[in-house]
């Protein structure tokens, strides 16, 4: 497994703010990868410094074995989706797959207006006139009809109703069962990433915390409940991960490579979120034992 | 990437351009009747004793003499504002920055086609301007011999081109820095203001050293004077002018009148009293001469040289700058 995005204890300061430190992650080619963490985990400082709109101020990232936004013939490898899916408003939706045409050498133009076709959309309407989920989906298309190796999208569907975020998804998925390329896109919500994502890096104040394919991960996480005992007890090869202890019973969410039964204790699988939120739980927990003021750790 | 370019910015280039169009027509039409009129005062009178005919035609096109001058001294300021400013601030403001920089072409390249492309189409507005203000005022000029005065200056030749490039590029640096629309114009408009209002102030008048003589103040000196009078009231209030020196500009201002001996006069010494017309033959009989130095006719074209490669000296560093802060910090 190659990877396509490399980051080696990369760190991006703002000033004297620390949006990203020391992050160490790496992103298989030809997966959907789902970039979780909560808000201000440095996601979208990632990201950017993935396409090369950020550099970094210390640590290495390489994209496609190079520097992010280094030359012409890369970005045209790589799409990317702002967060808030930005378009210009004064111009029309066919003057943007003009300005995509003009400026990338691998554009598909024929992709592009089949897109906007299919999506109902009326190419002499200006951009400002859009709703959220059709700038969104100008957005997707202005990036995939690029024909990118490596998509890129930050909090695609954080801003778009339900509906429109289905449409979005759906969209998506058409384009990567199409072309194969890899996805990395990125949310604070895990049921966002869950339909459409087989990888998944669970990303905490820069940190990353748990990574790998989702089914993976499933086939290894699991939630043992039993009479109270502690962490210590337990079989060798099983990885506490979290522990909540009551005065008669103790539960843990435990990483095991296989499912070890036991009389003395039920073993239930997690669910996605689940295994989301206890890595979370669990890194802010840990970050509230940090010398950070109170203020940093409720982000 | 120079369609992109083309596309965001057609509206305002077209609106100017269109504003400019009424502009040159309004000054074809009366400059045509002012150079006619010129030519025919030239011919009618000869080659001298046209005073009259001829002080007519500055009165009769005051106007637009005063509007085209007024107009060539603001647009460059407005122009580079209006279109510096939100170049970059507007991209950077609606996140759209985001967009097109990830398309395939880098940072460095989106820069220049925007600087050029938009900086071109402000200076060609405002040479437009300028060559037909220049050609329009030919006449009034050769008339009244003051184009190198301060404010005349700043509106004929080549100058306005190097305001318009500076007033642009400071505008799409403040707009960079700034990183919204408003703000950047507000302080482009301002920052260009100052330096507009320094320039012949502190540096023009150094560009080479001025001549210094002393001009007798005979009869045609008194007449073409600014000013000539005391310095305060009394019999003692000591007298000074303010001498013009045709084409020229006069740098000293305002100096002492000083007699054949070389000392300063008072009013007294010479003429203590009379009307106006008495007190102003019997000044320019006395003998006197006013130490003035001066900027001579003939250095025209290499002060217009010289302050346009200045401002696009100052032009080139802010796209430089620009550049910098585009490929480095804001990375």
């Known amino acids: ?299 | 990437m120079i369609w992109l370019t083309w596309r965001q910015s057609r509206a305002q280039i077209t609106a100017v351009l269109a504003a400019l169009a009424v502009v040159a027509i309004y000054l074809a039409t009366t400059g045509t009747q002012l150079h006619n009129a010129y030519h025919n005062a030239l011919t009618a009178c000869g080659n001298g004793g046209c005073g009259s005919s001829i002080s007519q035609l500055t009165d009769q096109y005051k106007l637009p003499y005063y509007l085209a001058g007024g107009l060539l001294l603001l647009l460059p300021g407005v122009i580079g504002a209006f279109w510096g400013a939100p170049l970059i601030a507007r991209e950077l403001e609606t996140g759209t920055h985001r967009l097109v920089w990830n398309q395939s072409i880098t940072r460095a390249r989106w820069l220049t086609v925007k600087l050029l492309f938009v900086g071109l189409a402000t200076v060609a507005a405002n040479g437009l301007l300028s060559l037909l203000v220049s050609w329009w005022s030919v006449p009034l000029d050769q008339i009244n011999q003051n184009r190198f005065t301060p404010l005349l200056f700043d509106v004929r030749g080549v100058v306005p081109l190097g305001y318009a490039a500076f007033a642009f590029t400071l505008g799409a640096c403040a707009g960079l820095f700034i990183r919204r629309s408003l703000p950047a114009v507000a302080a482009t408009l301002l920052v260009f203001a100052a330096v507009q209002f320094l320039m012949p102030l502190a540096v023009r008048p150094h560009l080479e050293a001025p001549v210094r003589t002393d001009i007798a103040l005979n009869a045609e000196a008194v007449n073409s004077a600014n000013l000539l009078g005391t310095t305060g009231k009394g019999p003692d209030a000591p007298l000074v002018a303010n001498l013009t020196v045709p084409n020229a500009w006069v740098v000293s201002g305002t100096t002492p009148v000083l007699n054949s001996a070389g000392h300063q006069v008072n009013n007294k010494d010479i003429c203590a009293s009379g009307s106006q017309s008495r007190w102003s033959s019997c000044v320019a009989s006395a003998g006197l001469k006013v130490p003035v130095s001066y900027q001579p006719g003939d250095r025209y074209w290499t002060f217009q040289w010289y302050e346009t490669a200045i401002y696009l000296a100052l032009s080139a560093g802010l796209a430089w700058l620009c550049s910098w802060r585009l490929l480095r910090r804001l990375a």
């Open chain 1, 1 to 299: 497994m190659t990877a396509i995005l490399e980051a080696r204890g990369l760190g991006k300061r703002y000033g004297r703010r620390q949006a990203l430190s020391d992050c160490t992650v790496s992103v298989p080619t030809g997966r959907v990868v789902g970039l979780v963490g909560p808000n201000g985990a440095g996601k979208s400082t990632l990201l950017q410094l993935a396409c090369g709109m950020l550099t970094p101020t210390s640590g290495t990232i390489e994209v496609l074995g190079e520097r992010p936004g280094s030359s012409p013939a890369l970005m045209a490898r790589v799409g990317f989706v702002a967060q808030d899916t930005p378009t210009y408003a004064a111009l029309t939706i066919a003057d943007h797959l003009r300005l995509g045409a003009r400026l990338n050498p691998s554009w598909d133009r024929q992709f592009a207006e089949r897109r906007i076709n299919d999506l109902g959309l009326e190419p002499a309407q200006r951009a400002g006139k859009l709703s959220g989920g059709q700038r969104a989906q100008l957005a997707l298309t202005l990036a995939v009809a690029k024909r990118p190796n490596l998509l890129i999208l930050d909090e695609p569907v954080a801003a778009l109703d339900p509906l429109a975020r289905r449409g979005f998804l759906q969209s998506l998925m058409e384009f990567v069962a199409e072309d194969g390329a890899t996805v990395v896109l990125s949310s604070h919500l895990v049921t966002d990433l869950e339909r459409v994502c087989d990888h998944l890096i669970v990303l905490v104040g820069s940190r990353v915390q748990a990574v790998g394919d989702i089914d993976d991960l499933l086939a290894t996480h699991f939630r043992l409940t039993s009479a109270r005992r502690s962490a210590e007890s337990l079989p060798e090869g099983m990885e506490v991960i979290q522990a909540d202890h009551t005065d008669r019973q103790s539960t843990f969410v435990v990483r095991s490579a296989t499912a070890i039964h036991d009389p003395s204790w039920t073993l239930e699988p997690l669910n996605l979120e689940d295994l989301v939120l206890t890595y979370m739980t669990q890194a802010a927990a840990g970050s509230r034992t940090d010398t950070r003021p109170a203020l940093e750790t409720q982000r």
